[in-house]
C-alpha cells in the first residue's frame, strides 16, 4: 500500500443523528411548557413540543384549541431549542452558551472526522473517551485565531480575526467511545452554528484551479434616479472541482454518493483549506473514466444559506 492511500485530500462527513438521548450538554434546557389545549395563548406566546423539542410561537391573540402539530396559520415553528441548534442540519440557526459549550456524545459507532462552524469562539477541543482505554484522542486546544492582513505590519495593528471553521481528523475507531467537543470564549458568548461527527469517505485529489464562489440572496433594486435600494439577504457557498478518482475507483465513488444526493453532508474540497470546505447537497455530478487508471469526477457543491 502507498502512501497516497492515506493522502487523498477530497471527500466527505455524512453527519450522525444527535439527539437528547445520546447527547448530554452544560447548555441549559428550555423551559418552556409542552402544548396545552385548554390553555388561550397570547400573541408571541411560545411553547414546546417535548418529543420534538421543537419551540412554536402563536401567531395570534387567544390561540386557544390549535394544535401546532396538526394546524396551520396558527402557530411558527421556530426550531429546535437553543441546546440542540448547532445539530440542526441548518448554518441559520446557532447555540449559545457564555464561556463555554460543552457536549459529550455517545454515537454508539466509528466516528472519524468532527467539523464545526463556530462564528464566535477562542479555542476548540474535541475528546475520545474509551470505557476501557481511556483516553484514546485528544485534539489539544485549537486556537481559532489566524493571521490578519498581508503584511508584517497588518499582522501587529490590524482587527483580531479568528476562524470560523474547525476540521478535526484522525480519531481512531473506537464503538463504544464517548466524544467531548469543548467550544470556549472565555468572558463572552461562545457560539456555535452547526457541529457535525461522523465516519468521513475519502475519494481522490482535487485539482488545482478548483472555483469557489457564493450566490447572494440579497434584493438589490434601484429606485428612479438609479440608486442602489439593497436588502441584505443571506448567501450560500458554491464549490466547483474536478477530482482525480482511481480507475478502480470509478464504480465505487458513484455508488458513495447516490445515497447522499438530497441529504446535507459536509464536502472537503481539499485537507487543511477551510474555504474548500462546503456544508450542503451534491449538485452535479459528471464521472470520466480517462484511462484504465485515473478517472475524471466533476463535481458542484451547493452550499446551505447563511
Not at 438521548?21 to 411553547?47: D, Q, R
Not at 448547532?86 to 459549550?101: A, C, R, Y
Not at 434584493?219 to 442602489?228: A, L, M, N
Request: aromatic share 10%.
Amino acid at each position: 500500500m502507498s502512501a497516497d492511500d492515506f493522502t487523498y485530500g477530497m471527500g466527505f462527513l455524512p453527519p450522525m443523528a444527535i439527539t437528547s438521548a445520546n447527547m448530554t450538554t452544560n447548555v441549559p434546557a428550555s423551559t418552556l411548557g409542552p402544548y396545552v389545549p385548554a390553555t388561550s395563548y397570547a400573541l408571541n406566546a411560545e411553547i414546546m413540543d417535548p418529543a420534538t423539542r421543537i419551540i412554536w410561537r402563536s401567531m395570534l391573540a387567544g390561540n386557544q384549541g390549535n394544535d401546532p402539530l396538526t394546524t396551520t396559520g396558527k402557530w411558527q415553528n421556530r426550531g429546535v431549542e437553543n441546546r440542540l441548534r448547532m445539530f440542526d442540519s441548518s448554518l441559520g440557526t446557532t447555540t449559545e452558551n457564555p464561556d463555554l459549550i460543552e457536549c459529550v456524545v455517545t454515537p454508539g459507532k466509528v466516528v472519524t472526522d468532527v467539523w464545526l462552524m463556530v462564528p464566535a469562539s477562542h479555542t476548540v477541543q474535541v475528546l475520545m473517551n474509551d470505557p476501557v482505554e481511556g483516553l484514546v484522542f485528544d485534539s489539544e486546544e485549537v486556537l481559532m485565531l489566524r493571521p490578519s492582513g498581508n503584511s508584517h505590519w497588518g499582522y501587529f495593528f490590524h482587527p483580531i480575526e479568528r476562524e470560523t471553521k474547525v476540521h478535526i481528523s484522525g480519531m481512531p475507531a473506537y464503538t463504544q467511545a464517548t466524544i467531548t467537543i469543548r467550544i470556549r470564549n472565555p468572558g463572552a458568548v461562545a457560539k456555535c452554528t452547526e457541529a457535525v461527527m461522523g465516519r468521513a469517505l475519502w475519494l481522490g485529489h482535487a485539482q488545482w484551479r478548483p472555483s469557489i464562489s457564493f450566490d447572494d440572496w440579497s434584493q438589490k433594486t434601484r429606485d428612479e434616479w438609479g440608486g442602489w435600494v439593497a436588502n441584505q439577504g443571506a448567501y450560500s457557498d458554491r464549490l466547483k472541482l474536478q477530482v482525480l478518482v482511481r480507475g478502480t475507483q470509478y464504480e465505487r465513488t458513484r455508488n458513495l454518493i447516490l445515497p447522499y444526493r438530497a441529504k446535507p453532508v459536509v464536502w472537503f474540497g481539499a485537507r487543511g483549506f477551510n474555504v474548500m470546505t462546503t456544508y450542503g447537497y451534491v449538485t452535479g455530478f459528471e464521472q470520466v473514466l480517462v484511462n484504465h487508471g485515473i478517472s475524471d469526477c466533476n463535481m458542484t457543491i451547493e452550499g446551505l444559506e447563511q
